[in-house]
Nanobody
Framework: QVQLVESGGGLVQPGGSLRLSCAAS????????MGWYRQAPGKQRELVAA???????NYADTVKGRFTISRDNAKNTVYLQMNSLKPEDTAVYYC?????????????????WGKGTLVTVSS
């Protein structure tokens, strides 16, 4: 059983900062990549940022220079530091674990999702 639990969402004023955390737990052997997606009301879920176990990162153009993703492989935890937040960053942010392998032999790598944490940027 694998679980991803996000924390750190909330209400922040434009220009402010928030730090999201996501911890993966359970019978985990390895995780290829961890990332953050977001979904605003009436819009499709989109990639915000992702990081591989080797530290390679990928960012959406809309957040480059403002958001920073990092990862603690030993703790199976991923972070998203969000600075200079804008109202258009308002969304539910979901944590994703891509290519997760469990300790159960023969189980193929799979994707897992957290339940999401709401980020609201408003004055």
């Amino acid at each position: 059983q694998v679980q991803l639990v996000e924390s750190g969402g909330g209400l922040v004023q434009p220009g402010g900062s928030l730090r999201l955390s996501c911890a993966a737990s359970g019978s985990i052997f390895s995780i290829y990549a961890m990332g953050w997606y977001r979904q605003a009301p009436g819009k499709q879920r989109e990639l915000v940022a992702a990081i591989t176990s080797g530290g390679s990162t990928n960012y959406a153009d809309t957040v480059k220079g403002r958001f920073t993703i990092s990862r603690d492989n030993a703790k199976n935890t991923v972070y998203l530091q969000m600075n200079s937040l804008k109202p258009e960053d308002t969304a539910v942010y979901y944590c994703n674990a891509h290519g997760l392998r469990t300790v159960v032999a023969g189980t193929p790598p799979s994707d897992y999702w957290g339940k999401g944490t709401l980020v609201t940027v408003s004055s």
